[in-house]
């Protein structure tokens, strides 16, 4: 048999491996801490559906780790997949209660705030927000998705969904408008290293949001993620529900983490979900 031959390992590609659970668990399970379970499964088709499936029987602060996600899901029922062990994709188990039910809808956002966060400090990257679920990076002066979010009720409680591409070569990405931390300079790949740090971000967050009773203003979140939102201050085109499109500027992220938009004639209007077309101001035409 010639080396050409030979049956290829699922760990063959060395800028790949797999992740080390052990010592994930050891990082980030404490007892006074927010994450309670840590399990890496090879293959799955979505994090969020496994979590989701098993809510009943969850504890707060549950983490599922897969190392391929086969049938990854985004908004719109869009679809999200790569390369095995060439980004971090899982999903964790929150239970926000006593903050009130109308509240919880800034948890995307808080989640999006804390990937940022975490991926400025572990990864070396500057990481914006397009609102309300994307991660952008920049890549040849050119912002693209490096990343996406995805919360979904179940049971009493919500399961946060988080795709990053980590490694992906530019021959393996799913779209021109695509990018991964590697294409936009990280200081560091490694996939423990990252996980720790969003991980450690998300609960940091979540901590000051629900001793805050949810309220985004006097924990900070809203604040933050304004700052941190490439939406803000360009023309969008929102494409929403019943096939109603609304065109204007985003000028706002109001207390209830709507996005605003100011049209021609002056009047402001709250979208609270859609999806988003940045037009002029943004970096590179078209997002």
Request: a negative charge; one cysteine or more; glycine letters at 12%.
């Amino acid at each position: 048999m010639t080396p050409s031959d030979a049956p290829q390992s699922r760990w063959s590609d060395l800028d790949r491996p797999p992740l080390n659970v052990p010592a994930l668990r050891r990082g980030l399970l404490r007892p006074d801490g927010l994450w309670t379970s840590l399990d890496v499964v090879d293959s799955t088709g979505s994090t969020n559906s496994d979590l989701a499936g098993r809510a009943a029987s969850l504890t707060e602060g549950a983490v599922l780790v897969a190392e391929e996600q086969t049938a990854g899901r985004g908004r719109l029922d869009r679809t999200w997949t790569a390369p095995a062990r060439s980004g971090l994709f899982f999903s964790v188990y929150l239970a926000p209660a006593p903050v009130p039910v109308r509240r919880w809808g800034w948890l995307p956002l808080l989640a999006g705030v804390a990937a940022a966060t975490g991926l400025a400090r572990s990864a070396g990257v500057d990481t914006a927000l397009k609102w309300p679920n994307d991660l952008l990076v920049t890549v040849e002066g050119e912002e693209r998705k490096t990343g996406g979010i995805l919360a979904e009720r179940a049971g009493d409680g919500v399961v946060i969904g988080i795709g990053l591409n980590v490694s992906l070569r530019t021959d393996e990405l799913p779209a021109p408008t695509a990018a991964s931390l590697a294409l936009a300079g990280a200081v560091s790949t490694d996939r423990e290293t990252l996980l720790r740090g969003v991980l450690r971000s998300l609960e940091q967050w979540y901590g000051q949001w629900r001793a805050a009773d949810g309220d985004a203003a006097a924990s900070g979140l809203q604040e933050a993620y304004a700052a941190g939102c490439a939406t803000l201050g360009r023309t969008v085109r929102a494409q929403l529900p019943g096939d109603r499109t609304l065109t204007g500027e985003a000028v706002a992220i109001d207390g209830d983490g709507r996005l605003v938009l100011s049209s021609e004639d002056g009047l402001r209007e709250p979208v609270s979900a859609g999806d988003i077309v940045h037009l002029r101001g943004a970096a590179g035409g078209l997002t």
